[in-house]
């Protein structure tokens, strides 16, 4: 079982910039793949940014060149750095991680809000 704590939401101006981090209750470092989900108000949750074992990313179009996902395996964190925030970004951002085996192949975090407003 991994426990996945998410943190660093907020209320943010546009333009402004947060960091959210994900927590894992293991060692994060042969987990197969972490990842950012969010989910806006009457949409489907959507991929925003993934990192894979091999350290390879890969973000959505809207957020490329805004944000960046990164990891810290000393710490079992997974972070997301959003700079240059709209008003569209807002939405509940969510933690996946898939660890290397055993049931259920994935976990998710409870999530934390984020608001993009003047």
């Known amino acids: 079982q991994v426990h996945v704590v998410e943190s660093g939401g907020g209320l943010v101006q546009p333009g402004g910039s947060l960091r959210l981090s994900c927590a894992a209750s293991?060692?994060?470092?042969?987990?197969?793949?972490m990842g950012w989900y969010r989910q806006a108000p009457g949409k489907q949750r959507e991929l925003v940014a993934g990192?894979?074992?091999?350290?390879?990313?890969n973000y959505a179009d809207s957020v490329k060149g805004r944000f960046t996902i990164s990891r810290d395996n000393a710490k079992n964190t997974v972070y997301l750095q959003m700079n240059s925030l709209k008003p569209e970004d807002t939405a509940v951002y969510y933690c996946?991680?898939?660890?290397?085996?055993?049931?259920?192949?994935?976990?998710w975090g409870q999530g934390t809000q984020v608001t993009v407003s003047s």
């Open positions: 996946n991680v898939v660890p290397p085996s055993g049931s259920p192949p994935d976990y």
């Open positions: 293991t060692s994060i470092f042969s987990f197969l793949r």
């Open positions: 990192t894979s074992s091999g350290g390879g990313t």
